[in-house]
Nanobody
Framework: QVQLVESGGGLVQPGGSLRLSCAAS????????MGWYRQAPGKQRELVAR???????NYADSVKGRFDISRDNAKNSVYLQMNSLNLEDTAVYFC???????????????WGQGTQVTVSS
C-alpha cells in the first residue's frame, strides 16, 4: 500500500507564511505528478499546485506569485511554501501523488489525510 503523510499546517495571521510537507511511503516504483489540492468549507476541492516528475509546474491563478511548490524525488516528497497568506487561503490542504507501485502496475492516485490551514487575525 501507499501512504501520504502531510505536515506543516496551522494557524497564521494574514500576510504570514507556512510550509507544508508531504512524504509518500510504501510500495512505490515511481511517482509521476505530485501536488496539492485544498477544500474550504462549503466549496469543492480545487487544485493549488502540482509538479510533474519532469519538473513542469501548474499553479492555481489565485496562488501564483505567492506559493511555491517543490519536490525531492529521492525522498518521494513534495513541499508547498505559502507566502502572503490571506483569509481566502483557509482550507484543508490535501497532498496527492500519481504512483506506480510496480513496473507492471498502472498509475493510481493517492491522497493524504489533509492538513488544516487557517488564516485569521
Amino acid at each position: 500500500q501507499v501512504q501520504l503523510v502531510e505536515s506543516g499546517g496551522g494557524l497564521v495571521q494574514p500576510g504570514g507564511s507556512l510550509r507544508l510537507s508531504c512524504a509518500a511511503s510504501g510500495s512505490i516504483f515511481s511517482i509521476a505528478t505530485m501536488g496539492w489540492y485544498r477544500q474550504a468549507p462549503g466549496k469543492q476541492r480545487e487544485l493549488v499546485a502540482r509538479m510533474s516528475s519532469g519538473g513542469t509546474i501548474n499553479y492555481a491563478d489565485s496562488v501564483k506569485g505567492r506559493f511555491d511548490i517543490s519536490r525531492d524525488n529521492a525522498k518521494n516528497s513534495v513541499y508547498l511554501q505559502m507566502n502572503s497568506l490571506n483569509l481566502e487561503d483557509t482550507a484543508v490542504y490535501f497532498c496527492y501523488a500519481q504512483v506506480r507501485r510496480t513496473f507492471f502496475d498502472t498509475v493510481r492516485d493517492y491522497w493524504g489525510q489533509g492538513t488544516q490551514v487557517t488564516v485569521s487575525s
